[in-house]
């Protein structure tokens, strides 16, 4: 999905979603946690030092242990300004993976109108995994996570991909709807599958493997190595720094192909915002 925005909306987006960027950082550092940029953000970096001009978000991710530790010290530690917004924290929240989201804000997107979730602006923070170096065996485990956790996000809402544009197949809606009313039938089923999600996920925690990836989420795109993830170095993101893997070329090429040549408009994507809340302010209203 995709909107081209008013140039001044799209600057103040970024810049909010910044400042939660940089309290994450300061985090990690106080805690000496590891983390990267990762995906569009990790692009943006690299090939326009800050934002994609015409993205809305910022995804960061972290190695399983330095994930769960910050997930431990966010809801831990009392914050007027910021949220963690993880399945423990947020009942109707159907995703696998921690957002840090800033209180009194609003960035709705159009697919999540229906999701009844919280919506203040927020940055993606994803946990890299490990995986099996046989690579029979990885496909076997991100088969198995991904079923599991398609069944989390369906004990949880009830639309498939709430709000798409693209249309979803009425099978595959019957089918979801029927799975989301049996479920509701099981005391503490969307608890119970989601402990289930993460047996699968640190199935290889305690495993020297040589690699790992981003099981809540196409994990065969975004398999990384075990020394791209070690050694980091700091790039301009915007007015500020972020930590980037060193060998970020292997990485990108890997996922993007030829990275540094932009993607024509109609295969561009961003989140689609139908209403935002800057800090302080009313909520505005935007175009369809």
Known sequence: MYREYDEKILTRIKNTEKD?????QDICEKYNLKYFAAFGTLLGTIRHGGFIPWDDDIDVAMP?????RFLEIMQREENSRFSLQIPETDSKYHLTFAKLRMKNTKFLEERLVEADAQEGFYIDIFPYDNIPDDEKQAKAHMKKCALWIRLFSVSRIKEPQIGSRGGIDVFVRIIWYVLYYLL?????ADKRIWKKCNKYFTMYENCDTNRSTLLVSEPEKWVIYKKEMEQLEKRQFEDIQVAVPKDY????KRNYNNYMELPPKEERVNHVPVEVQFPGEETIILKK
């Open 20 to 24: 939660i960027l940089i309290y994450f």
């Open 64 to 68: 399983r242990k330095d994930y769960n």
């Open 184 to 188: 509701k039938l099981i005391p503490s």
């Open 249 to 252: 070329d292997a990485v990108l």
